[in-house]
């Protein structure tokens, strides 16, 4: 029974990892990356659609975006949703693509990036943490011998250290990425 417990803290530990990770790509560093607009939803006729299941979405540089509709009648409405977004960028309409050209990060607003990186990074710290009380009070309604328990609450913190290791490193990497000019 200890081994399930201990898996499910695991894969919930993963998860968060991978919370962690999709968080991560919407704080942006001033270069182009189709995942920004990920959150976007569109009023396509009448109904709420994401942004991605209507148009392609390429990089044709490292700080621009170039978005072409499946459906040159839906433009506008794309525009509009970007726009209302609040994204951080305004969406420029030719007329058969809107391109959105992302601005160079000031020093203070990178600076206020990296606080925000730090604040998603300790909020799933304490996700952790919250899965480790979790864990723990499972193996204690278990009823398993005293060193049994032991045993695995060693495994339990140890596994617990390890994904907040990944979580600082990846909080690390996240930083260099957003300081690089």
Do not use: W
């Not at 309409?93 to 607003?109: S, V, Y």
């Not at 919250?130 to 609450?153: F, G, I, Q, Y």
């Amino acid at each position: 029974m200890e081994t399930e417990i201990i898996n499910d803290l695991e894969i919930s530990l993963k998860k968060v990892l991978e919370s962690l990770e999709e968080r991560f790509k919407k704080i942006n560093a001033g270069r182009a990356n189709p995942s920004m607009l990920d959150g976007v939803m569109v009023n396509y006729y009448g109904s709420l659609t994401p942004l991605k299941s209507l148009v392609t979405i390429s990089v044709p540089e490292a700080r621009q975006l170039l978005i072409k509709p499946f459906d040159k009648s839906s433009l506008s409405a794309i525009e509009k949703a970007i726009f209302e977004a609040d994204l951080g960028f305004t969406p420029n309409n030719d007329g058969e693509t809107i391109r959105i050209i992302i601005p160079m990060l000031t020093e203070d607003r990178r600076k206020e990036l990296v606080k925000q990186a730090k604040t998603v990074s300790d909020e799933n710290k304490v996700s952790i943490r919250n899965h480790r009380r979790d864990a723990l009070e499972m193996l204690k309604m278990e009823n398993l011998p005293e060193d049994t328990v032991k045993s695995c609450e060693e495994k339990i913190q140890t596994l617990v250290d390890k994904y907040n290791k990944l979580v600082d490193n990846m909080l690390e990497e996240k930083t260099k990425d957003l300081m690089s000019v």
